[in-house]
């Protein structure tokens, strides 16, 4: 995939992002779209360190404020189309801010040209689901790609999206989790 105009963050990616100490380096290699219920809810805080249990705020409100990244919302119209698509099973396996990606990259034309990461097998085999397989890259390869070299989890990486990736084009053909 060549370097995305555009490149649209789950929670986790933020999050994994903040604790790789990378964020802002990130934000000034590529252009960041996060969805606005990642920022006014899932992705407010990560966990420093997984023993202590500390946890710092992250503010990408006031990335947004400063133009490092861009908020953008879906309505709830978007939200429903993209949602209609899937079974009920599987639409509860979506976070709120996986869906609202989704309806972005689905429904908004200006961001046509953005790539989708996300460290969430279902919010990956959704994207395939709905038609944005293409679009969907690992972290791991944002990071190489933007000469960041840091060690990812395995939900980040190029293998696991792969697999999600090609897990949700055999879901629509099968139509596994699809709406009937």
Same mark, same amino acid.
């Given at each position: 995939m060549a370097k995305p105009k555009f490149v649209l963050l789950d929670a986790?990616? %933020?999050?994994?992002?903040? &604790? $790789?100490k990378a964020w802002t380096q990130f934000c000034t290699r590529y252009d960041v779209v996060v969805p606005e219920s990642v920022v006014m809810d899932?992705?407010?805080?990560?966990?420093?360190?997984?023993?202590?249990g500390f946890r710092e705020t992250i503010? %990408?409100?006031?990335?947004? &404020? $400063?133009?490092?990244?861009?908020?953008?919302?879906?309505d709830s119209d978007e939200l429903t189309q993209v949602a209609r698509r899937f079974s009920a099973g599987f639409i509860d396996a979506l976070h709120e801010g996986e869906l609202e990606a989704l309806a972005i990259l689905s429904c908004n034309e200006h961001f046509s040209e953005c790539a989708f990461c996300s460290g969430d097998g279902a919010a990956i085999q959704a994207a395939a689901m709905a038609g944005l397989a293409e679009r969907c890259v690992a972290l791991e390869t944002l990071l190489d790609g933007a000469g960041l070299k840091k060690p990812v989890t395995w939900a980040f990486t190029a293998e696991f999206s792969r697999q999600h990736r090609d897990r949700g084009l055999e879901n629509l053909i099968t139509g596994f989790g699809m709406r009937r």
């Open positions: 986790g990616p %933020v999050i994994a992002l903040h &604790e $790789a899932e992705a407010l805080w990560h966990s420093r360190d997984a023993t202590t503010d %990408v409100k006031r990335d947004a &404020e $400063a133009g490092r990244v861009r908020v953008v919302s879906a």
